[in-house]
């Protein structure tokens, strides 16, 4: 059974720090595209951050470039964000969700969640101020 389970969510000040891990179950990243989603309520989900786990090839929102890094371990079947230097702004539900890789370029992936085969059930992630 493919599944995606995150972790790492929480309650922090601003300008703190979380790390959050999504490990997949039922297939390897080897030639996936693993994306970070979020939503707020009120607004639409939006991409955060993705990756191709075969070449490394990653892309970032304006919004969390420079802040945010996104990374994969193969051998452990998990990609990881780093989030750093948080802002109440970036309060949302945070998501992976993967679809095996096509002709598609990694940032056209971060731009339409309707790509993806699986996602996780999300992880809450409040930044206080």
């Known amino acids: 059974e493919v599944q995606l389970v995150e972790s790492g969510g929480g309650l922090v000040q601003a300008g703190g720090s979380l790390r959050l891990s999504c490990a997949a179950s039922?297939?390897?990243?080897?030639?996936?595209?693993i994306g970070w989603f979020r939503q707020a309520p009120g607004k639409e989900r939006e991409g955060v951050s993705c990756?191709?786990?075969?070449?490394?090839?990653?892309y970032y929102a304006d919004s969390v470039k420079g802040r945010f890094t996104i990374s994969s371990d193969n051998a452990k079947n998990t990609v990881y964000l780093q989030m750093n230097s948080l802002k109440p702004e970036d309060t949302a539900v945070y998501y992976c969700a993967a679809v095996q890789q096509g002709g598609l370029r990694v940032y056209l992936y971060c731009r339409g969640s309707y790509y993806y085969d699986y996602w996780g059930q999300g992880t809450q992630v409040t930044v206080s101020s």
């Open positions: 039922g297939f390897t990243f080897d030639d996936y595209v």
């Open positions: 990756i191709s786990s075969s070449d490394g090839i990653s």
